[in-house]
């Protein structure tokens, strides 16, 4: 059972689908925007030095190009939920202040 669980586990944490995984037990595990913007950074670097003439060259270019899309997908969803939080508690520290004004 313990095996089942890490490996679906290590797949959701590998397959990059969303900024934040929730893990019974554990808690909720958020991507490091620092990181995966370096990351975003060193693919592109890659694919500037990339031969695309050669046929291996087109085949690694092709899957850069889908991990890149991935990582900038992942990188606006975090920045999209991070906003979404800070909104949250900007409209809940208003209505907390409202509330005490009206005290």
Do not use: C
């Amino acid at each position: 059972m313990l095996s089942l669980y890490w490996s679906h586990t290590r797949k959701l944490m590998v397959k990059k689908e969303d900024p934040y995984i929730f893990l019974v037990g554990l808690g909720e595990f958020s991507i490091n925007r620092k990181k995966l913007t370096k990351k975003i950074a060193q693919t592109y670097a890659y694919i500037d030095q990339l031969d695309k003439k050669d046929y291996t060259g087109i085949a690694k270019y092709t899957d850069l190009q889908i991990r890149l899309k991935t990582y900038k997908e992942l990188l606006s969803k975090s920045y999209s939920v991070l906003n979404a939080k800070k909104e949250f508690k900007q409209k809940h520290s208003d209505t907390q202040d409202q509330n005490n004004l009206e005290e």
